[in-house]
């Protein structure tokens, strides 16, 4: 079997899971979905950004209501963890964008005695129609009500506020498949053939592998932020080098997973290569980016979109991602500073894209592990359910909030239970809604979310 019929019979299996099988009847339009998106599929490019927040961001604290009657409501709720009112910075929604309640929502002025920068790029952003925000997402198979979940009466993703469960279903969005392939490497997988001239994988993560982007084939290129990890910075002797290279050379291995490991081994140094030469080749980036580690990711990331072309790609995904978001405690103290980081990066991001010409082509967006508790443990949150999202982008239909908000009320028909807010809106559907303006029909999003026809909604609006 050639090898790249091996690879398609594995993307097919892969996309179609256990449920598909009774649900397709046979794989045939598994396979035959696949074979759409050919080498002439797209004539375009199109990015996107995954920003993962490790820890479970406090997103009550991020987006705030202003007006004076849902601020005395979120005051009430948060009580120690209540941000002041007047440090809020405004966003001003299209007519017709507004919130769901009806409330007039800031972000964090301040990060602290003297900074009073904040969130303001994000602000910015927002209110200059180049972002949306997403309120009240999260895990979930189905719509869940407070009775539902009381009653056990239907079904709930696995581990509900376990850290790494958590992170691993909103990466993966389905549990019948032991193999964990991420809802970001599923699509990949199904637009496979439609970078058929590509040095790298379409998936790009930042200095780990991602769940996300855990693929049937093809895998995910893994790049430092200041470049591909060269196999000549390896401090080894000559003699050492010399023997190890030899041990790598082709058909010299007499064990199958030998060679598999040399063939492994020879295309990252080969992806190395190609990476290194086409990112020394490009002129620097215009476009200043702040001091910090997820800048510095995302400078990454707009370096490896410039040089696209040279690298032969059509479609890419990528992967970075910020921690620290745990705040059982020193919410106060602690989140304003990260979220000044994570607003300062994605604004120059979004400057490096315009500075790019592809503003209109790359869609950044942020994922979490879960929110947290609406009630306050006196310092801090805790392990909470759903929380509110940016998506970051100039095909992004900004200046508006999308979802249904949730009541900001303890024990509230929203609240599951110990302040953990019931989300409205599934991952499912959020991603559902990237995929389809990443190039993915709407017939084929249930091979990628088997759960999404449990929704109403399929595209929830945010993309243009």
Partial sequence: MKRRDFLRNSIVTALGGAGLYSALGNLRLVEAAARAYGPASFGDYKALVCVFLFGGNDSLNMLVPRDDAHYRQYAQARATLAVPQASLLPLNALPGGGASDGADYGLQMSTGEGDAIGMAGLQGLFNGGHAAVLGNVGTLVRPVSKADYGNHAVELPPQLFSHNDQQQYWQVSRSDDGRNLGWAGRICDLLHDANPDAFIPMSVSLNFESILQRAASGGQYVIGNDGPRHFSRFEWDEDSRRAFLALMAPNQQAHMF????????????????????????????????????????????????????????????????????????????????????????????????????????VTAFTASDFGRTLSSNGDGSDHGWGGHHFIVGDAVRGGRLFGRMPALVNGGDDDAGWGQIIPTTAVDQYAATLARWFGVADADLDLIFPNLRNFAARDLGFMA
């Fill in 258 to 361: 030998g060679r598999s490991y040399a063939n492994a081994f020879r295309r990252a140094r080969e992806n190395a290569d190609a990476v290194g030469t086409a990112l020394d080749s490009s002129s620097d980036l215009q476009t200043v980016f702040p001091d910090s580690d997820l800048a510095a990711q995302l400078r990454m990331v707009a370096r490896m979109i410039k040089v696209r072309q040279v690298l032969g790609l059509k479609r890419q995904v990528f992967f970075v991602s910020m921690g620290g978001f745990d705040h059982h405690d020193r919410l106060l103290s602690e989140q304003p500073a990260l979220l000044a980081r994570l607003s300062q990066a994605l604004t120059a991001f979004h400057a490096a894209t315009v500075e790019l010409g592809v503003a209109d082509q």
